[in-house]
C-alpha cells in the first residue's frame, strides 16, 4: 500500500470553487479500483489551504489515478486557482503500519492533524524508532485517539508527516502531550527539527 498528501494553496478567489472541484475529483477517484482511501480537508487557520489524504493498492494505483479525466481536470483548473504549485507527499508506510482499527463516534468533536515537518537525517534513526514507541503507546493507551500514522516521505531524507485523528482537541493538549512517550518525542524533536515544531502542525477540518 501506497499513502500521498497533497497540499494546495488555492487564491481567496478561488478558494470555494476549488473546493467544490476537490469534492467533485474524490468522488470520482473513489470509484477507481486501486484507491483504498481519499479524504479532502481544509485548513482551520487559512481557508484557501486543502489537503488531500489518498491510500493507494500500490504506485502503479497512482500512475493510472494520474491519467484518469477527473485528477487531468483537476490539475488544470488548479493552474488558473492555485496560488502557488501543489506540494506532493509519496510516503512510505513505518512501524507499526497504519492502523485503521478505530472509528469516530457521533459524539466526537474531531481533531485532525497533518504534522509534516524537517529535521536533521543523521537523526532518522533515532526518530524512527522513538515514534514506533510513540505511536504503539498512543494507540493501545489513549482513548481519545482514532488515528496516528507515522510516514517516511519518498525522496527527502529530512522529511517525515504524522497524520492523526483524536475525538477531541484536548485529548492532544491535555492529555497525549503530557504521557511520558510523547514528552521523550518532543525533546528528542526540539533537538532536531529545523525551527519550532507549531509551524509544522496543520489542523484541518473534513470537507
Known sequence: MKS???????????????????????????????????????????????FVYERWADKAAIESHDKEPHTQKLMQIGQTALATAPDFYFLGDTNPLPDRSKSANEDDELFII??????????????????????????????????????????????????EHWRKESD??????????????????EETVDGDLKQYMNFVTEI
Do not use: C
Not at 24 to 32: G, L, P
Not at 116 to 143: C, G, M, W
Open 4 to 50: 500521498t498528501i497533497v497540499k494546495f494553496t488555492a487564491k481567496p478567489e478561488h478558494a470555494t470553487s476549488f473546493a467544490a472541484t476537490l469534492k467533485e475529483a474524490q468522488a470520482a477517484t473513489q470509484k477507481e479500483a486501486g484507491n483504498h482511501e481519499i479524504k479532502v480537508f481544509v485548513s482551520k487557520s487559512d481557508a484557501n489551504v486543502f
Open 172 to 189: 492532544v493538549w491535555d492529555i497525549h502531550f503530557h504521557q511520558p512517550y510523547a514528552m521523550k518525542t518532543g525533546k528528542l524533536l
Open 114 to 163: 497533518f504534522f509534516i515537518f524537517k529535521f536533521d537525517p543523521s537523526y532518522r534513526k533515532q526518530v524512527l524508532a522513538q515514534f514506533e514507541d510513540h505511536v504503539t503507546n498512543t494507540r493501545k493507551e489513549e482513548k481519545g485517539n482514532i488515528l496516528f500514522d507515522l510516514y517516511t516521505v519518498d525522496g527527502q531524507e529530512d522529511t517525515l508527516a504524522v497524520y
